[in-house]
């Protein structure tokens, strides 16, 4: 089966680095499945997860991201995140705890630009919860 080399990084480290079948991550306007010699592309990337399925692997390697760019080329696919926790790194408890402070601080802000940033913080903790109770299944 042919294959495409993934690059999943962050600011922080190199998260995925291999050849893969194929890559399912949330675009912009909704799911995008990149397969081996797809057309070119350049998007942003919502919160959520990246599924990759590893070349010759039948289990998916799962990467949450926080956003950022996608890069498709015929045989490359670059994925440049905000920021990138491997599935198997998620810590709900410390998810949760964060999505409450992050309300309890919404609750005091009056500035529009501090309430807008709270609020893209409180959507990437809600995308990052509803990741962790994806990958339990």
């Not at 490359?76 to 709900?92: M, P, Q, S």
């Not at 309430?115 to 959507?123: D, F, K, L, T």
Request: no cysteine.
């Amino acid at each position: 089966m042919a294959t495409i080399h993934v690059d999943v990084v962050s600011a922080e480290e190199s998260i995925f680095s291999g050849e893969a079948e194929f890559v399912v991550l949330p675009g912009e306007a909704g799911e995008l499945g990149i397969y081996p010699r797809h057309t070119p592309l350049i998007t942003r990337v919502k919160p959520g997860v990246v599924r990759i399925r590893p070349a010759g692997r039948a289990e998916e390697e799962q990467v949450f991201i926080a956003g950022g760019i996608l890069e498709v080329q015929p045989h490359v696919v670059t994925v440049l995140a905000d920021t990138a926790i491997r599935g198997r790194d998620l810590d709900e408890a410390k998810a949760l705890a964060a999505l409450r402070a992050a309300e309890e601080q919404l609750k005091n802000k009056t500035d529009k630009l501090e309430i807008a940033a709270v609020q893209a913080e409180i959507a990437v903790l809600a995308a990052q919860l509803a990741a962790i109770k994806r990958l339990r299944k």
